[in-house]
Antibody, heavy 122, light 106 residues
Framework: EVQLVESGGGLVQPGGSLRLSCAAS????????MDWVRQAPGKGLEWVGRARNKVSSYTTEYAASVKGRFTISRDDSKRSLFLQMDSLKTEDTAVYYCAREGPIGGNYFDLWGQGTLVTVSS | SYELTQPPSVSVSPGQTASITCSGD??????VCWYQQKPGQSPVLVMYQDSKRPSGIPERFSGSNSRNTATLTISGTQAMDEADYYCQAWDSNTVVFGGGTKLTVL
């Protein structure tokens, strides 16, 4: 089955760290750029960042709101995407989705995970 | 930073046509895609590259993009189409989402 499954969410104090994982199955993970998108409670979608594939040297891009605090990485051998979140703020509270980009140049997300909730609170 | 503007809400009667707009500076120069999100569920791609429907999306969904406005049109709207809809585009290697439109079918 083609799917993405996120894990690692939970409750963390402001200033703390958390690492999210996304396990892919049913497709050739290494072919795709992969992204993280978040959604605060009752709010809209917000892009977090992307990790390109090996052909594009695994380069990353980040939203201004998380740049310098969050790091995206991937392990193609384990078909997994990661999001290391440091210096967390209360405004980082959200459901975090892993999303697959369509064919290179497609600029759309054609597969989403179920999401994992991150709550930043004291 | 680049912004995409959507109406917060749109209402439509069953069987009628719903149009959801997404506005941005020179948006017609970029590809736009659309996602549907129902309560408690993950987003689903319903339109990409302005007017292409992914496999499994009903033909009643169509899209267009010109000048400064992209439009998602749902013809013969059904109760199951009630959801939040988000437009999305790219700006300088970053993703931009519209604020979302709640479609109510009543």
């Amino acid at each position: 089955e083609v799917q993405l499954v996120e894990s690692g969410g939970g409750l963390v104090q402001p200033g703390g760290s958390l690492r999210l994982s996304c396990a892919a199955s049913g497709f050739i993970f290494s072919d795709h750029y992969m992204d993280w998108v978040r959604q605060a409670p009752g709010k809209g979608l917000e892009w977090v960042g992307r990790a390109r594939n090996k052909v594009s040297s695994y380069t990353t891009e980040y939203a201004a709101s998380v740049k310098g605090r969050f790091t995206i990485s991937r392990d193609d051998s384990k078909r997994s995407l990661f999001l290391q979140m440091d210096s967390l703020k209360t405004e980082d509270t959200a459901v975090y989705y892993c999303a697959r980009e369509g064919p290179i140049g497609g600029n759309y997300f054609d597969l989403w995970g179920q999401g994992t909730l991150v709550t930043v609170s004291s | 930073s680049y912004e995409l503007t959507q109406p917060p809400s749109v209402s439509v009667s069953p069987g009628q046509t719903a149009s959801i707009t997404c506005s941005g500076d020179k948006l017609g120069d970029e590809y736009v895609c659309w996602y549907q999100q129902k309560p408690g569920q993950s987003p689903v791609l319903v339109m990409y590259q302005d007017s292409k429907r992914p496999s499994g999306i009903p033909e009643r969904f169509s899209g267009s993009n010109s000048r400064n406005t992209a439009t998602l049109t749902i013809s013969g709207t059904q109760a199951m189409d009630e959801a939040d809809y988000y437009c999305q585009a790219w700006d300088s290697n970053t993703v931009v989402f519209g604020g979302g439109t709640k479609l109510t079918v009543l």
